[in-house]
T-cell receptor, first 113, second 109 residues
Framework: DVKVTQSSRYLVKRTGEKVFLECVQDMDHENMFWYRQDPGLGLRLIYFSYDVKMKEKGDIPEGYSVSREKKERFSLILESASTNQTSMYLCASRSGGPADTQYFGPGTRLTVL | GQSLEQPSEVTAVEGAIVQINCTYQTSGFYGLSWYQQHDGGAPTFLSY????GLEETGRFSSFLSRSDSYGYLLLQELQMKDSASYFC??????????FGAGTRLFVKA
């Protein structure tokens, strides 16, 4: 079974703090994604990576950055957390083939005070 | 632009059949996926349609019509455990996947 793990299930941070969210997958997938999920808005893509050290902006990249130094690990960084970044953050991975099967981690509920 | 539309809520009774529709607008299209998400859980993959027609997996089926930019998820013999949110998503050009806002399915006894 594909396993995608995220470093924390719940996180509380203060405005202005630097926040690191980590995601690890064990299936040697090329593609990895970071989404945020807010009520009524579905899943919105923040950043994705199609290979090691390769990254592209998604639909809402402002205020975020990412790092992918190893194939299995994809990190999301909030350089200076703000209250409007309070959300559920979901990481996903996908193999490089044509199908669109994404495997999601359990999510990190981030609260910024 | 790129967008998907699906109903926000659907209610059905146990044992019934329910269809969740999804229409999309995109400039590039590879296929349509469906995901299920229970409260507090992560989305899990249900199906993927790249070609027109019906794909069946047990009680769940998914349909795609590329000419109509339309698809649906069909759930048969509904069970209480099917109460969840269902998302359609399409893969356009490149690596991105765009998700709809989700349909909340309530199954009543």
């Amino acid at each position: 079974d594909v396993k995608v793990t995220q470093s924390s299930r719940y996180l509380v941070k203060r405005t202005g703090e630097k926040v690191f969210l980590e995601c690890v997958q064990d299936m040697d997938h090329e593609n990895m994604f970071w989404y945020r999920q807010d009520p009524g808005l579905g899943l919105r893509l923040i950043y994705f990576s199609y290979d090691v050290k390769m990254k592209e902006k998604g639909d809402i990249p402002e205020g975020y950055s990412v790092s992918r130094e190893k194939k299995e690990r994809f990190s999301l960084i909030l350089e200076s957390a703000s209250t409007n970044q309070t959300s559920m953050y979901l990481c996903a991975s996908r193999s490089g083939g044509p199908a669109d099967t994404q495997y999601f981690g359990p999510g990190t509920r981030l609260t910024v005070l | 632009g790129q967008s998907l539309e699906q109903p926000s809520e659907v209610t059905a009774v146990e044992g019934a059949i329910v269809q969740i529709n999804c229409t999309y607008q995109t400039s590039g299209f590879y296929g349509l996926s469906w995901y299920q998400q229970h409260d507090g859980g992560a989305p899990t993959f249900l199906s993927y349609n790249a070609l027109d027609g019906l794909e069946e997996t047990g009680r769940f089926s998914s349909f795609l019509s590329r000419s109509d930019s339309y698809g649906y998820l069909l759930l048969q013999e509904l069970q209480m455990k099917d109460s969840a949110s269902y998302f359609c998503a399409y893969r356009g050009g490149g690596f991105k996947t765009i998700f709809g806002a989700g349909t909340r399915l309530f199954v009543k006894a």
